[in-house]
């Protein structure tokens, strides 16, 4: 019996992206869901035809539960999300095996909007910036007085996560 590789090769090629699926394949296609539970400031659940998916918000840090103003972030996420129908711009997933992603509502970016209203930071790591857009939104925020900034020097979640 004569095999042909070049056959086998793409038989098996095809069957990886047949038996792959939807959601995860789709860079391009947002997902699109309800908002059916709100974790933490940076953190939801979506459902999708009966799968539930968490989602972690791309680009900002929220403070962490036990840190001040933990809780006013979550409400304010909750609500800008909870039980409305949303998209999500895919980017991958992270260590935890979260969804990474951009969620927009009625057409706002709510990540943007978390930090903007006061309520998260512009996620850096090793002190970089992922996205500069939302550190001029944060500085905005800051200047105001909004959400977390009217506190004394609020601790970044980074920074309390390391002491904690």
Request: proline share 4%.
């Amino acid at each position: 019996m004569i095999f042909n590789y070049k056959n086998i090769v793409i038989s098996f090629v095809l069957l990886f992206f047949v038996s792959f699926k939807g959601w995860a394949d789709s860079s391009t296609a947002p997902l699109t869901g309800r908002i059916v539970k709100v974790i933490d400031g940076d953190t939801v659940i979506l459902l999708v035809d009966k799968e539930q998916i968490k989602i972690r918000l791309l680009d900002i840090d929220a403070p962490e539960r036990g840190q001040a103003y933990s809780q006013k972030s979550r409400l304010n996420l909750a609500q800008l999300v909870l039980d409305k129908e949303i998209s999500v711009t895919v980017s991958g997933k992270d260590v935890y095996d979260r969804v990474l992603g951009t969620i927009f509502a009625n057409g706002i970016n709510v990540n943007a909007e978390q930090v903007k209203q006061g309520y998260a930071w512009a996620y850096q790591y090793k002190g970089v910036v992922n996205n500069p857009e939302y550190k001029r939104f944060e500085e905005q925020a800051k200047e105001q007085g909004l959400g977390l900034w009217q506190g004394n020097k609020p601790t970044p979640p980074w920074v309390w996560r390391q002491n904690h």
